[in-house]
C-alpha cells in the first residue's frame, strides 16, 4: 500500500520545484497548464493540481479559456470546488485592475490609440456588455474612470441624467465614452450611433463635449469620432 505521507511528500518537492523556478525565472518559464497548476496550490493545497490544470485547459480550450469560464462551468470540472473557481475567476479582473490602477489620473488621452489603451483592460474577461465613460480636463487629462452601465443600454433620461450628472461632479470638459460588443465585432450598431448623437446633443447644451466613443470587441476597437459618425 502506498504510504500517503510519502505522496504528499512527492507533490510538496514538485511543488517547491516550481515555486522555485517562478520565483527565478517568471511565468515565462512555463506552459499554459503550468501557470494553472500553479493557481491552484493556493486553492488546493493538498491536491495534485497538474492533473486538474490538464483537465481546465482540454475542457475550457486555452489560458483565456479557463479565466473566461462561468464559475459553474468551472465547478463542473472534478476537483474543481467553489474556492478553486472564485480564485480562477479573480485573475482578470485583478489584471483590469492593476493596469488601470496604474494609470488612474493626470494620464492624458489624446487621440483614438491612446484612449483604446487605456480603456481596453476595463473589459478584460467581461462576459457582459458594459459602458464606461472617462471624465477630462481641458488639456485631455483624465479625471476619472466610470462604469456608468452593465447589460443593454438605451438612452433614457435616466441613462442620460447619470452621465451628465458624472460629467459635472467631475469638472469634465470633454468626456469619452466606450462599450464592448461581447462576442461580437467592433463595429458600432445604429443604435449605438443614434445614442450617441443624443448624448453628444445633451453634453453639448452644458458645455461638455463629446471627445469619442469607441466600441470594442474581438480584440480590436472602434472609434466613431475617427469613422466620422460623431
Given at each position: ?5 510519502g505522496?504528499?511528500?512527492i507533490h510538496?518537492g ?18 499554459d497548464h503550468g ?33 473566461d469560464?462561468?464559475?459553474g462551468?468551472?465547478?463542473?470540472v ?10 480562477l475567476?479573480?485573475v482578470?479582473?485583478?489584471?483590469a485592475?492593476?493596469v ?19 480603456l ?10 458594459v459602458?464606461?465613460m ?7 487629462k ?8 452593465r447589460?443593454?443600454?438605451?438612452v ?11 460629467a ?19 463595429v ?8 450617441t ?6 453634453l453639448?447644451a452644458?458645455?461638455i ?8 470587441g ?13
Amino acid at each position: 500500500m502506498s504510504d500517503p505521507d510519502g505522496i504528499r511528500n512527492i507533490h510538496s518537492g514538485h511543488r517547491a520545484r516550481q515555486k522555485k523556478l517562478l520565483m527565478e525565472n517568471g511565468l515565462d518559464s512555463f506552459a499554459d497548464h503550468g501557470v494553472i497548476e500553479i493557481l491552484l496550490y493556493y486553492a488546493l493545497p493538498r491536491k495534485d493540481t497538474n492533473e486538474l490544470a490538464h483537465a481546465l485547459i482540454n475542457r475550457f480550450g486555452s489560458l483565456s479559456g479557463v479565466f473566461d469560464a462561468p464559475i459553474g462551468e468551472l465547478m463542473k470540472v472534478s476537483g474543481i470546488g467553489e474556492n478553486a473557481a472564485l480564485l480562477l475567476k479573480l485573475v482578470p479582473q485583478l489584471a483590469a485592475r492593476y493596469v488601470r490602477s496604474r494609470a488612474e489620473h493626470g494620464v492624458v488621452c489624446d487621440s483614438a490609440g491612446e484612449l483604446a489603451e487605456y480603456l481596453f483592460p476595463c473589459f478584460i474577461g467581461e462576459r457582459d456588455e458594459v459602458v464606461y465613460m472617462l471624465t477630462l480636463d481641458s488639456k485631455r487629462k483624465v479625471l476619472g474612470c466610470h462604469l456608468l452601465f452593465r447589460g443593454t443600454v438605451n438612452v433614457t433620461p435616466v441613462a442620460l441624467r447619470k452621465i451628465t450628472e458624472r460629467a459635472l461632479a467631475d469638472n469634465a470638459v470633454s468626456i469619452v465614452l466606450a462599450h464592448n460588443h461581447v462576442g461580437g465585432v467592433a463595429v458600432p450598431s445604429g443604435d449605438d450611433v443614434s445614442s450617441t448623437r443624443m448624448i453628444r446633443d445633451t453634453l453639448s447644451a452644458l458645455e461638455i463635449e463629446l471627445l469619442d466613443h469607441l466600441v470594442f470587441g474581438a480584440g480590436d476597437y472602434v472609434s466613431m469620432r475617427e469613422d466620422g459618425l460623431i
